[in-house]
C-alpha cells in the first residue's frame, strides 16, 4: 500500500480505521549497546505498540547535515590580486578558445584560419601579461601591506609611521584632557 499501511486491530478485537505512517526504518549497523541484533530483537522492535491516539506524532528522526562547516585552508586574496587574476582566467580562456577555433578553421580549410590564427598570437601576448600581472601586483601588494619580513621591507617603515602617529595622537589628547581638567578644577577666577 505505499507508505501508508492500515494499523492492526487493537488488542481487544475492535477494528480502527484510518492509516498511519510507517516507522522510519533504522538500518542495521551491527552490535548495538544491549548486544547483537538478532531476528527476534528485529521482531520485538517490530511489535512496538503504535501511538494511541490518532493525532499523535511519530518520533522524529535526526537527520545528519549535507555538510559541515569548515575553516578556510588558505586566507582570501587581497581584492587588486583577486581582479588581477580574474582577468587572467578569463583572457587564457578566451586565447583557448581562439586556439581551438583557429585550429579547426585550418582542418576545414577555412578562410577565418587565418585572421583566426593572428588573434590567437596577440591573445597568448596578452595572455601572458595577464599572468605577470597577477603575479606583479600580488608583489606589490605583500610589500605595502604585507607581512614581509625583510628588511628592506617597505610594509615595516609604514607600520612604524602608523604607530609613531598614533602615539603622538594619544600624547596630545592625553595633554587636552589634563588641560581641561586643570582650567575648571574649583577655579571661581582666572586672577
Do not use: K
Not at 490518532?54 to 587588486?80: I, K, T
Amino acid at each position: 500500500m505505499g507508505t501508508a499501511e492500515r494499523r492492526e486491530a487493537p488488542e481487544d478485537g475492535a477494528a480502527t480505521g484510518g492509516t498511519a505512517l510507517r516507522e522510519p526504518e533504522i538500518p542495521d549497523r551491527g552490535p548495538s549497546a544491549n548486544g547483537p541484533q538478532t531476528a527476534a530483537g528485529r521482531v520485538r522492535a517490530a511489535e512496538r505498540p503504535a501511538p494511541a491516539e490518532r493525532g499523535a506524532r511519530p518520533a522524529r528522526v535526526a537527520y545528519r547535515p549535507l555538510w559541515v562547516e569548515e575553516p578556510a585552508r588558505r586566507r582570501r586574496m587581497p581584492d587588486p590580486v583577486r581582479t588581477a587574476a580574474v582577468r587572467a582566467v578569463l583572457v587564457i580562456a578566451v586565447t583557448l578558445i581562439q586556439a581551438m577555433v583557429a585550429f579547426l578553421c585550418t582542418m576545414a580549410g577555412s578562410w577565418l584560419a587565418f585572421p583566426m590564427v593572428i588573434s590567437s598570437v596577440v591573445s597568448t601576448v596578452l595572455a601572458t601579461w595577464g599572468v605577470l600581472d597577477v603575479w606583479v601586483t600580488r608583489q606589490v601588494w605583500n610589500q605595502r601591506n604585507g607581512v614581509v619580513s625583510t628588511p628592506s621591507s617597505s610594509a615595516r617603515s609604514l607600520r612604524r609611521e602608523r604607530r609613531r602617529e598614533r602615539r603622538q595622537a594619544r600624547v596630545a589628547a592625553r595633554g587636552q584632557e589634563r588641560i581641561r581638567r586643570q582650567s575648571g578644577a574649583g577655579r571661581l577666577s582666572h586672577s
